[in-house]
């Protein structure tokens, strides 16, 4: 239970509406919660075989130690803020394209990052 609530703080649902509204904005509501639940449903499965198979496909296909995981976690994050602080909130936005294409821009960088990941290898250990 303690790892889930982890989980729930790292994914922050309430930033992700900051960082998405700009394409709330743009899309209609329908459209939007279409392409948030395949973004979630594609998380998902990132995160399912992280807790299966995350520590060998991390160790030894990657070469990464999961110390490395979390400071890149870290970098990334800063990264973020920085250009939200210095740019404002159309900063981060990389939503250009076909509907059909914006499930994986939102994704990979607001719902799947270092930390969620590290969170499913701690749930399979």
Known sequence: MELFILMLVILNPFAQV???KNLIDELSLRDFATVHFKASVL??????????????LLNDVFQVRLAALEIFGGIIIMGIAYRYITAGSG?????RGDIGELTPEISLPYMVGPGTIWVSLMIEQ
């Not at 998380?43 to 060998?56: C, D, K, N, R």
């Open 18 to 20: 900051l960082y998405l």
């Open 43 to 56: 998380s998902l499965g990132v995160y399912i075989v992280f807790v299966l198979i995350g520590m060998p």
């Open 91 to 95: 900063s981060n936005l990389l939503f």
